[in-house]
């Protein structure tokens, strides 16, 4: 028997396939990542099943005790809390393993906050990029940004409610003319699309928001944010000069990090 790897709905219970029902219902074990979420699905659609948790702190010994199992034939399903199991969640050891083992995997697919997003947002095209979570640091998220802005399609990512707001404000600084949108809640009873640029919608969210969120970044076009990180540059090599560098050092090492000229931040720090 494969292993099924099956979607599950983002948030409206009933956003779920035949396919996964039935999955679902003839499997031997259902791998799940919260077992109480994934009971909470299970009894709404009146299917009893075998459960074991599979998360990141159990991984490699859930594969290990797994793998043999697979192999003597247990038809074993694997669930996330919310969508494609893998993509942002655990999994891929597993499958990795059942595929190395000549094992049959089978993936059935399902909801995607990452393509009803691109939807919504009104942003979508021939291209996207979907780049997980946002990093949290903030010189790791300005890098995001300097580098996403050169691949010229629409970006997807997921971010918590704490971080959204230093998230956007930092785009915001980068570029705050991009197009973005905010999508909170998807396919649930308090489902909100925040749409505007990056210096509009971060104004919308000096408080906390409740419930998930993806975030849908439009392409940006040429040059998009180059001012702004010549700003962020020139505002690096005087915060050097202020700790006691010298200029000239300062905007050396400032330009060979962020691209910018060593004769223009040395020019503009004068």
Request: hydrophobic residues 45%; charged residues 20%.
């Given at each position: 028997m494969p292993l099924a790897v099956c979607a599950t709905p983002i948030g409206n219970l009933e956003d779920i396939t035949l396919r996964v029902l039935d999955e679902l219902r003839a499997a031997d074990l259902v791998l799940?990542?919260?077992?109480?979420?994934?009971?909470?699905?299970?009894?709404?659609?009146?299917i009893r099943a075998r459960l074991a948790s599979y998360h990141e702190h159990n991984e490699a010994a859930r594969v290990a005790?797994?793998?043999?199992?697979?192999?003597?034939?247990?038809?074993?399903?694997?669930?996330?809390?919310?969508?494609?199991?893998?993509?942002?969640?655990?999994?891929?050891?597993?499958?990795?393993?059942?595929?190395?083992?000549?094992?049959?995997?089978?993936?059935?697919?399902?909801?995607?906050?990452?393509?009803?997003?691109?939807?919504?947002?009104?942003?979508?095209?021939?291209?996207?990029?979907?780049?997980?979570?946002?990093?949290?640091?903030?010189?790791?998220?300005?890098?995001?940004?300097?580098?996403?802005?050169?691949?010229?399609?629409?970006v997807v990512a997921f971010e918590s409610p704490q971080r959204i707001g230093a998230s956007m404000r930092s785009l915001a600084a980068f570029d705050g003319d991009r197009e973005v949108a905010v999508c909170r809640e998807l396919t649930k009873r308090f489902e909100e699309v925040v749409r505007g640029t990056a210096r509009e919608v971060a104004a919308r969210f000096d408080e906390v928001p409740k419930g998930e969120i993806t975030l849908v970044i439009a392409a940006g076009g040429p040059g998009a944010g180059a001012a702004a990180d010549v700003e962020g540059a020139v505002a690096a090599v005087d915060e050097l000069v202020g700790a006691g560098a010298a200029r000239r050092a300062a905007s050396d090492v400032v330009a060979r990090l962020t691209g910018a000229s060593r004769n223009t931040l040395y020019r503009r720090t004068l």
């Open positions: 799940a990542e919260d077992t109480r979420h994934t009971r909470g699905l299970l009894e709404r659609h009146g005790e797994l793998l043999p199992r697979l192999e003597s034939g247990e038809r074993i399903a694997l669930v996330s809390d919310a969508g494609m199991p893998l993509v942002s969640d655990p999994g891929a050891r597993l499958v990795r393993a059942a595929l190395d083992a000549g094992v049959p995997v089978t993936v059935l697919p399902g909801p995607s906050a990452v393509e009803t997003a691109l939807v919504a947002s009104g942003l979508g095209g021939s291209r996207y990029a979907f780049v997980g979570f946002l990093p949290r640091r903030a010189g790791e998220l300005a890098a995001l940004w300097r580098e996403t802005a050169a691949w010229g399609s629409t």
